[in-house]
T-cell receptor
Framework: GAVVSQHPSRVICKSGTSVKIECRSLDFQATTMFWYRQFPKQSLMLMATSNEGSKATYEQGVEKDKFLINHASLTLSTLTVTSAHPEDSSFYIC????????????FGSGTQLSVL | GENVEQHPSTLSVQEGDSAVIKCTYSDSASNYFPWYKQELGKGPQLIIDIRSNVGEKKDQRIAVTLNKTAKHFSLHITETQPEDSAVYFCAASPRGNMLTFGGGTRLMVKP
C-alpha cells in the first residue's frame, strides 16, 4: 500500500508554544490530506481536510486559527498547533488518499503531543 | 450524514479461535467499506476493504462480508494469533466522500 510519513512521532512542549507536524506522501501524490485527532481509547475525529493549493476545510468546532493547516505541495501537508495548551494534548494522525483509488485512505504513524 | 455503529467494543478470544466484529451503517449511498487495524501508539493500517458490488472478500485469515440490504458488514479473523491483538476500526464512505469511522473494537488474543 501507499506510504504516508508523519513527523515527529512524539513531541513535548511548554504551554504557549507552537508545534508543527509534517505529513508526507512518499510514493504518490495526494491532492487531499486529512487531519484527525484521537483521544485515548476513542475513535478518530476528523479535524480538517487539507487541499493542495487552497484553504483547508475545518470540521465544526475545530478552531482554524489554533490548528493551522498548510498543503503547499502534492506530497506535503503540515499542521501547526499554535499557542498550545494542556487540553491540546492528544494523538494527531494525518492521512492521504491515493489518487489511483479515490476511496483508499492511508494513515501516517501519528504524533503524540504532550503540552506541559 | 453517515453514521457507523461498531460492536463489540472489546473482544477477548483464545489463540486459534475466530473473531468477528460487526458494523452497521445508515447511508444507503455508502459503497466503500474499509477495515483498519491500529496498534498502540501507531496510525491505523488498512487491512482489507470491500466495495458494495461485492458480497464477500477474503485475504488469508481475514475476510469481510457485506449485506447491503441490511446495511451491515463484518470482519472475520480466523486462527487468531497474539499479534492480531489491536484496535480495529470499520468505516463507510459514500462515493468519493470522506470516511466515517466506527467506534473501534479492542481485540485481545490470549496465548
Amino acid at each position: 500500500g501507499a506510504v504516508v510519513s508523519q513527523h515527529p512521532s512524539r513531541v513535548i512542549c511548554k504551554s504557549g508554544t507552537s508545534v508543527k507536524i509534517e505529513c508526507r506522501s512518499l510514493d504518490f501524490q495526494a491532492t487531499t490530506m486529512f487531519w484527525y485527532r484521537q483521544f485515548p481509547k476513542q475513535s478518530l475525529m476528523l479535524m480538517a481536510t487539507s487541499n493542495e493549493g487552497s484553504k483547508a476545510t475545518y470540521e465544526q468546532g475545530v478552531e482554524k486559527d489554533k490548528f493551522l493547516i498548510n498543503h503547499a505541495s502534492l506530497t506535503l501537508s503540515t499542521l501547526t498547533v499554535t499557542s498550545a495548551h494542556p487540553e491540546d494534548s492528544s494523538f494527531y494522525i494525518c492521512s492521504a488518499r491515493d489518487g489511483g483509488a479515490v476511496e483508499k485512505l492511508f494513515f501516517g504513524s501519528g504524533t503524540q503531543l504532550s503540552v506541559l | 450524514g453517515e453514521n457507523v455503529e461498531q460492536h463489540p467494543s472489546t473482544l477477548s478470544v483464545q489463540e486459534g479461535d475466530s473473531a468477528v466484529i460487526k458494523c452497521t451503517y445508515s447511508d444507503s449511498a455508502s459503497n466503500y467499506f474499509p477495515w483498519y487495524k491500529q496498534e498502540l501508539g501507531k496510525g491505523p493500517q488498512l487491512i482489507i476493504d470491500i466495495r458494495s458490488n461485492v458480497g464477500e472478500k477474503k485475504d488469508q485469515r481475514i475476510a469481510v462480508t457485506l449485506n447491503k440490504t441490511a446495511k451491515h458488514f463484518s470482519l472475520h479473523i480466523t486462527e487468531t494469533q497474539p499479534e492480531d491483538s489491536a484496535v480495529y476500526f470499520c468505516a463507510a464512505s459514500p462515493r468519493g466522500n470522506m470516511l466515517t469511522f466506527g467506534g473501534g473494537t479492542r481485540l485481545m488474543v490470549k496465548p
